[in-house]
Structures are given as structure tokens and as C-alpha cells.
């Protein structure tokens, strides 16, 4: 029998939670505590510790080591081909009941052991005394961070609706946000230690990460809850883990199921794996400016002070963190699910900020904010994710496999493109970046656009081949 859909209350609005039943609040309140807190925390130190050697390069390693040329673009190079190598292993972990690596080791230990791990090599990063000892340890935290967010991405899908999917996604991806604005202001402190110890300031910084990121790492393996098939959380009841197990099922959530050769073939043969892989490709590599050093390079150009060079370039953080919750409450509740439209307008702030910035002899002022309204086109990957989770919400194999499927193959592009758009010997004008950041952003709006259309005819369809009910 079909139900009415009731009308949410305003207060679903400001946090969902608030309409449901008092017995679905309590689950959802543990369940938000458990995973938005190990995820975001997580993701936190995971840009921390990524991040941390473009503020460490204008902080005075570049001198210290006598740095030239392309050097950081080979640095942050490394990272992501160890980041990629991962995933070919890892892809498995969000596929058919995490096999291979997981099916001996569950998400709740796998995942934060690799978290000890590239938290253990960001200390060592303080010892490098040449940039080849740099690109070797950079690998390898690349490697052991590849595990993170396809696998939080997955579990995160695995437990909360579509309408709270937005929400979620985006607190988790805006952590990663905060991180990188966490590392710029700790790096503006941690600089006046220069020579404590007998350590630059700049090793100060990746000491200090370590100190942040290892008690966070081994916190996941006491509250990260695996999925609500097979959770052994010790904050959940047996009626909270039947009631996470239902309320999939009534979001049309599929359960995993045997990898068969029908349905290699109708994944394969979807436009879902190849247009979702595709936009987070064009997102990914396409708001490029936000990603580089510029911003900080132009004010050491400009005779800033280190704590300064650090500081500002925080600005384009916070925007992307405000940006990010923005389309999230806006998509979860004005834009009724609706995805596409946060993407449209991230698309069109590319097109302004990188359309200016390759033209560069513009007013002082308008640079300024160019630069920072260059964080309004970072905060769409949460609802990316939470898009495809959707999308492909029915198979559940198919969920994993395009979730792996972005990720790795937006972090490929990401392998060999900046160094040919983002060249440091380059900066901070990055033209050629610029120009080609605007084909990018035209081609992602377009994507965005074919897939809701697509979508909206699966959708049709497949309501016209359901029986009506009376």
C-alpha cells in the first residue's frame, strides 16, 4: 500500500534529527557521534598531514634545503601516485564485503592503522635534509592516506538516507577544509620555535601534526563502526542495529551481494560508473587555483611576513568551509535532494575567479578577492558523493565500485595534469592552470547537467515498470 510522504517540519530544515521519533533521534544521535566524529577528525588530519608542506615551503624549507624549480610539484606529485597505487589494493576494501585485504581485516582497523602510519612518517618528514628523501616519504603517506576517503565515503553511505546524506557528507568533507586551515595557522605559531631544539620552524610543523594526528588515528579503532550488516560497535544496542538495517532497506538501499558476471556486465554497461567517475574528475582537478600555493606565493612576493603568508591564504579556507555547508542545507532541504544546482553555481564562481586570474593585471583589490572566493568551488565534492550514492543506491556493488572509481581516477589526472597546468617555476600567475581550470569547469556543468537528465529518465522509467499499488 503506497504511504503519503508527510510534510517535514521546519525543523527538519536546520537538523533532521529533530523530525524524527524519539527512538530513531537516539540512534541517529550515537550514530552521528560515532562516525561524523571519527570521520571528520580523520579526514582533519589527513589534509593536515598532506597539506602541511605547501605551508612548510613558503615557511622556510624551501630556503633550508636549497629547493628550485618544480621541486614542490614533484613533492605533492609523489603523494598522489602513492595515493593512486593504493587504491588498486583498496578499491577491494569498498568492494564485495571489503575482500582480499578486508575480509580478514575489518574498515574499524584497517582504516585507522593507516592513519598510525602516515601520522608516524609526517614526524620523520622533520629529519629530511634533501628533496629525494622528501618524495620518497611523501609516497608512502600518499599510500597509507589512499585508504581513507573512498572507505569513509562508503561507510558514511551505508548508514544515513538520502535525506540526510548532504548534510553528513559535506561536515565530513569540510573537515578536510579546516585541516588545511588548521596546518596554515599552526605553521603562522609554530615558526617562532625556529631553533628550539635545534629545529626549524618549519620541522616544528610536521612534529606538531604528529602530536595532533596519532591519538585521533587510534581513537577510529574504538568507535568507527564497520557497516550495519556486520557492526560489532559496543555503542550499539541489537534494536539500534535492526533499525539502521531497516531504514536502508526503506531508502531502497541494496544489501552486498556476490560479485556475478551479470552484474560486472550491467555495471560496465551504465552511463553511472562513467559520467559520476567523470564529474568528480572535472571537480577535482578543475578549481586548481584553490589548491596551489599561489595565493601565498603572491604575498611573499608582495614582502608579507611568514605568519602573514600563512595566515591569509585562510581566507580562501573559510570560504570553502562556509560555501560547503551552505549546499549542503541548501540541497538537503530548499533544493528538496536536488544536487545539481550547488554544482551549476561552483561551476560559474571557476569560470569568474580563474577567468580573472589568468588575465592577473587587475586591480590589487580584486585579486585579493579572487583569490578567496576561489574556495566557493571546493565544497561540492560532499554532495558529488552523496549525489552517487543515490544515483546508485539499488546495487549496492555498483555504489562501491563507482565510489572507487572517482576517487581514483580524479587522483590519476591528478598524477601528471599539474604538472604540466601548475608548474611552480610558473607561480603565482599559473596562466596556463587558469585558462585550462575554465575548459574544465564548462565541461563539469555540462556533465552535471547530462546526468541529471539522465537520472530523472531512470527515475521514470523505472516507476512506470512498478506495479501500481492500492
Known amino acids: 500500500m503506497r504511504t503519503e510522504s508527510r510534510k517535514p517540519h521546519w525543523k527538519a530544515y536546520l537538523w533532521d534529527t529533530l523530525d524524527k521519533s524519539p527512538e530513531e533521534r537516539r540512534f541517529l544521535f550515537k550514530l552521528d557521534a560515532a562516525i561524523l566524529t571519527v570521520a571528520s577528525l580523520g579526514y582533519f588530519i589527513k589534509n593536515l598531514d598532506q597539506i602541511n608542506i605547501n605551508n612548510a615551503f613558503v615557511s622556510g624549507m624551501k630556503e633550508d634545503l636549497v629547493l628550485n624549480g618544480n621541486q614542490l610539484n614533484y613533492m605533492q606529485t609523489c603523494w598522489t601516485v602513492g595515493y593512486v597505487i593504493g587504491q588498486i589494493p583498496r578499491q577491494v576494501q569498498v568492494e564485495q564485503c571489503f575482500n582480499l585485504l578486508l575480509t580478514r581485516i575489518r574498515p574499524s582497523l584497517w582504516i585507522p592503522s593507516c592513519e598510525v602510519i602516515w601520522s608516524v612518517l609526517t614526524i620523520?618528514?622533520?629529519k629530511c635534509s634533501h628533496a629525494q628523501q622528501i618524495y620518497v616519504l611523501r609516497f608512502f603517506i600518499g599510500l597509507a592516506e589512499s585508504t581513507f576517503y573512498p572507505g569513509m565515503q562508503y561507510i558514511i553511505g551505508s548508514w544515513y538516507?538520502?535525506?540526510?546524506?548532504?548534510?553528513?557528507?559535506?561536515?565530513?568533507?569540510?573537515?578536510?577544509?579546516?585541516?588545511?586551515?588548521?596546518?596554515?595557522?599552526?605553521?603562522?605559531?609554530?615558526?617562532?620555535?625556529?631553533?628550539?631544539?635545534?629545529?626549524?620552524g618549519w620541522q616544528w610543523l610536521f612534529i606538531i601534526n604528529t602530536v595532533i594526528s596519532l591519538p585521533i588515528a587510534i581513537s577510529g579503532f574504538f568507535?568507527?563502526?564497520?557497516?550495519?550488516?556486520?557492526?560489532?560497535?559496543?555503542?550499539?544496542?541489537?534494536?539500534?542495529?535492526?533499525?539502521?538495517?531497516?531504514?536502508?532497506?526503506?531508502?531502497?538501499?541494496?544489501?552486498?551481494?556476490?560479485?556475478?558476471?551479470r552484474k560486472i556486465k550491467n555495471i560496465i554497461s551504465s552511463w553511472h560508473i562513467y559520467l559520476l567517475t567523470l564529474l568528480y574528475i572535472l571537480f577535482l582537478?578543475?578549481?586548481?587555483?584553490?589548491?596551489?600555493p599561489a595565493f601565498a606565493i603572491w604575498l611573499k612576493q608582495q614582502g608579507y611576513s611568514i605568519p602573514q603568508i600563512n595566515a591569509y591564504p585562510t581566507l580562501t579556507t573559510g570560504v570553502q568551509i562556509v560555501t560547503t555547508f551552505i549546499y549542503a542545507w541548501t540541497s538537503d532541504s530548499i533544493l528538496k535532494g536536488e544536487r545539481w544546482p550547488p554544482i551549476i553555481f561552483s561551476g560559474i564562481m571557476i569560470l569568474i575567479v580563474n577567468t580573472s586570474l589568468a588575465i592577473w593585471n587587475i586591480p590589487v583589490a580584486w585579486k585579493w578577492a579572487c583569490f578567496i572566493l576561489a574556495g566557493c568551488s571546493s565544497g561540492i565534492s560532499g554532495l558529488i558523493y552523496a549525489w552517487m550514492h543515490e544515483i546508485c543506491s539499488r546495487d549496492n556493488e555498483e555504489r562501491a565500485l563507482v565510489a572507487a572509481s572517482m576517487n581514483e581516477m580524479g587522483h590519476v589526472f591528478q598524477t601528471w595534469l599539474p604538472l604540466l597546468i601548475w608548474q611552480q617555476v610558473e607561480a603565482p600567475e599559473y596562466r596556463k592552470g587558469c585558462l585550462t581550470s575554465i575548459g574544465i569547469a564548462i565541461a563539469m556543468m555540462g556533465t552535471a547537467m547530462t546526468i541529471r537528465h539522465l537520472q530523472r529518465i531512470?527515475?521514470?522509467?523505472?516507476?512506470?515498470?512498478?506495479?501500481a499499488s492500492i
Open 124 to 126: 620523520v618528514m622533520a
Open 161 to 200: 538516507q538520502k535525506s540526510e546524506l548532504g548534510k553528513r557528507s559535506c561536515i565530513f568533507h569540510a573537515s578536510s577544509a579546516i585541516g588545511s586551515m588548521f596546518s596554515a595557522y599552526l605553521m603562522a605559531a609554530v615558526y617562532h620555535l625556529d631553533g628550539v631544539h635545534g629545529f626549524k
Open 223 to 261: 568507535f568507527l563502526p564497520d557497516v550495519p550488516e556486520n557492526t560489532r560497535a559496543w555503542y550499539f544496542t541489537p534494536a539500534d542495529i535492526l533499525l539502521a538495517q531497516k531504514r536502508m532497506q526503506a531508502d531502497g538501499r541494496a544489501n552486498r551481494a556476490p560479485f556475478t558476471k
Open 285 to 292: 582537478n578543475g578549481g586548481g587555483i584553490s589548491g596551489q
Open 458 to 467: 531512470e527515475t521514470a522509467s523505472r516507476r512506470v515498470r512498478l506495479p
